[in-house]
């Protein structure tokens, strides 16, 4: 997502089909940080989103964001959050600690359900279109499936809406 100010905020969707929660293995299986990594060595925003909870990131990032590089290190790193906190340094490819600390500010994790966000779909096209919200839905769904992993623009979207 491009702001309008120019900050870019970068987005990860996956949906977890285990059932368990995310772990620092299971994200970087699924190329989380590898896809996130060149992002935030550029300062940009990342958002990890998914029904089932990333813990370990959540933390660390919330941690990140609230203390200063000096507490974090000394009040945040606890045993077992040290181990995820080198984890995500290896993963991430940072190549000091503070470089670690700095991504984990950029960094955010969103849990939300699934049809939390069919209502809010539901919710915004009612407000944005003339004419049938399922047929806006479906050209939309169709959109973003042709356009993974390409930069999708607001016009791109309004062309398959039939807006002007």
Not at 16 to 24: L, P
Not at 111 to 137: F, K, M, N, P, Y
Request: hydrophobic fraction near 40%; glycine fraction near 6%.
């Amino acid at each position: 997502m491009e702001h309008n100010d120019g900050r870019r905020e970068w987005h990860q969707a996956k949906r977890q089909t285990t059932g368990d929660a995310w772990t620092t293995a299971s994200l970087a299986r699924e190329g989380v940080f590898q896809a996130f990594g060149p992002r935030l060595k550029q300062g940009e925003a990342c958002v990890f989103v998914s029904e089932l909870g990333a813990g370990v990131l959540k933390d660390l990032s919330e941690l990140a964001r609230s203390l200063t590089q000096e507490e974090f290190q000394s009040e945040a790193l606890t045993a077992r959050r040290v181990r995820d906190f080198e984890r995500l340094q290896n993963e991430l490819e940072c190549e000091s600690e503070a470089e670690t600390y700095s991504h984990l500010q950029l960094l955010a994790v969103q849990t939300v359900s699934e049809s939390l966000i069919d209502a809010l779909i539901e919710a915004r096209l009612r407000v944005l279109v003339r004419g049938e919200v399922v047929v806006a839905r479906q050209a939309l769904e169709h959109l973003a499936r042709d356009s993974i992993h390409k930069k999708l623009m607001s016009g791109e979207m309004w062309q398959v809406l039939g807006a002007d």
